[in-house]
């Protein structure tokens, strides 16, 4: 019996490349970006190994250039999700029987694919399908992708080592077997790497997939595939299907063998999928798992003690890198009163230096939000809080869709603690501030607890270590990433693994084993040496 206690290369974080002018890599990525806009591609369906085309197709523009069409998709229905099922519980046992090293050099591979020859095209293609600038881009696409590909499998070799104790006449281990049944992946637009990983981390255990990306994704999730392909991974193991959200929901949710849902997305469309299921529980083989990463309404809370330059600098970063739309992104900050005169010289003066645009014109920092429906919902958004008597517009505002889809990074300022734009998710480069009284830091956190139904991200700035102490206390339930004298956005898998609770999902840590776990379903087995022959034990002796 050949040993199967391997052990992985070391996961590490992928290094993020500069891009600086004169640089490798930013000749790389100029020349990609050409090649890309120098073609239509034409996005099939992948099943079971097959590049499945129905015909109907759907035109994929640049968000930032509508008048730049980078190719079609193929849109298919119920009998391509059909498909895809059938395909996935075919390919089950045999990707299942795969020793776990096997399994594990396939992702490896793709991470080494993205690291080097890929990285400049899905870079590229990530800038033009989803309108985000080089380094967004490449912290996303490549970077976090890779480090999902590489310690998963890390962490897959440290679950796969946990074994129970044993005493000398039995012998106990534990077996992780994969789900029964197949794993649905619904996957945003704004991550690349999310839409990566949701099918990629149930596949490392065994489980094959169902993978239903976003319509503003699918030019970045057809690399996705071609990369997972040369690495070798098997036909029928992820399945990519091109269909409506509730046509997938109407086929899968209703499947005797549907044994768990990996979703990051919008927090109404989870609770609507949560009670599908809880509906259709009785039709299952076993309950599924339900692992969702939702909305958030991420929040700053700014004590009197602050440096007001670290926190203009957090405000510019944490809500108007790539336009807003992080499920992390800072969208309502708390202000104290002695520092918001230096904190609005400060803001004006930062904000005043911002460039929108393109993608391809590098000094832009703030580029197009997805599609036309993000659009009009933030300018409606911001037109309200023109005519709001508790509210007003302290920069931006200005909204332009006759090229892309272009909203000016804005902040809103209230009098107003429980104003819409402090309670909503809008998803988009909207920050809204409320200004309290600096003798009212305590009472403020109470208003961060409780303003919003979200748990996602949120950030203290403070140089006093008691204050520091007592928001941590106080927020322990408001947020599952919170930053000390940091902007709530940027996780990094491996260092902070990724998710919170309440409105913002079931809180399952993309990034750590935590997530992971829920993708396997052990088996304890106990091997005694040598059976008892009698049924009595010694205290029944006379």
């Known amino acids: 019996m050949y040993p199967t206690n391997y052990v992985v ?20 990525i100029v020349k990609a970006l050409n090649d890309a806009k120098s073609k239509t591609v034409d996005i099939p369906m992948f099943i079971n190994g097959k590049e499945i085309r129905s015909g109907n197709i759907v035109e994929i523009r640049a968000p930032h250039n509508r008048n730049l069409l980078l190719g079609y998709f193929h849109r298919g229905d119920a009998s391509h999700v059909q498909q895809a099922i059938d395909a996935a519980l075919a390919a089950k046992d045999k990707w299942a029987a795969m020793p776990w090293e096997h399994r594990a050099s396939i992702f490896l591979k793709a991470a080494n694919l993205l690291a080097g020859p890929y990285r400049a095209k899905m870079n590229a293609a990530t800038m ?5 600038n080089i380094y967004q881009a490449e912290i996303d696409c490549v970077c976090e992708l890779i480090d ?8 897959m070799s440290e679950i796969y080592a946990q074994q129970p ?39 490392l255990f065994g489980n094959t997939v169902v993978w239903k990306p976003s319509n503003t994704q699918v030019y970045s999730a057809q690399l996705i595939i071609d990369i997972l392909k040369e690495a070798g991974l098997p036909d029928g193991v992820i399945n990519m299907v091109l269909v409506p959200g509730p046509v997938a929901g109407e086929v899968i949710f209703n499947h005797p063998d549907f044994a768990g849902i990996h979703y990051t997305g919008s927090t109404e469309v989870f609770q609507n999928i949560w009670k599908t299921i809880g509906n259709n529980i009785h039709k299952y083989k076993s309950y599924p798992r339900i692992v969702g990463e939702t909305g958030g309404k991420d929040f700053a809370m700014i004590h009197p003690s602050s440096v007001p330059e670290q926190v203009v600098t957090a405000i510019v970063r944490g809500s108007f890198e790539f336009q807003g739309q992080k499920c992390s992104a800072l969208s309502r ?51 309200q809080a023109r005519k709001d008597s508790d509210a007003s517009i302290f920069y931006g505002g ?7 889809y272009f909203i000016e990074p804005t902040v809103i300022v209230t009098t107003n603690p429980t104003y819409v734009t402090m309670s909503e998710e809008l ?27 979200y748990a996602l991200t949120g950030c203290i700035f403070s140089a006093d270590r008691y204050a520091i102490d007592l928001a941590t206390k106080k927020l322990v339930n408001a947020a599952g990433n919170f930053y000390i004298n940091d902007k709530p956005t940027g996780a990094v898998v491996g260092q902070q693994p990724f998710g919170g609770a309440r409105g913002s999902g079931t809180n399952d840590k993309a990034g750590s084993a935590l997530n992971l776990y829920r993708w ?4 304890s087995i106990k091997e005694t040496f040598v059976s008892p022959v009698t049924y009595q034990y010694p205290f029944m002796s006379e």
């Open 165 to 203: 104790r044993s005493n000398p006449s039995t012998w106990n281990r534990t077996e992780w077997r994969p789900l029964e049944g197949f794993v649905f992946a619904l996957t945003p637009f704004n991550f690349t790497s999310i839409a990566g990983n949701l099918p990629t981390a149930p596949a």
């Open 333 to 383: 900050a708390y202000v104290p009163s002695n520092l918001w005169p230096k904190i609005q010289e400060l803001l004006l003066k930062e904000l005043s230096t911002v460039k929108m645009g393109d993608v391809e014109d590098f000094t832009n920092f703030v580029n197009a939000v997805i599609d036309e429906a993000s659009f009009k919902k933030l300018e409606g958004y911001i037109e």
């Open 9 to 28: 290369p070391i996961a590490v974080n992928e290094p993020v490349l500069d891009y600086a002018p004169g640089s490798k890599e930013r000749e790389a």
């Open 520 to 523: 396997v379903s052990p088996r």
């Open 427 to 453: 998803f988009g480069p909207v920050v809204t501030i409320y200004v309290y009284d600096e003798n009212k830091f305590e009472e403020t956190l109470e208003l961060v607890d409780k303003t919003s139904i």
């Open 128 to 132: 033009l399908g989803q309108s985000k």
């Open 148 to 155: 999902f590909f590489r310690y998963n499998v890390q962490f």
């Open 398 to 404: 200005n909204c332009d869709s006759s090229k892309g």
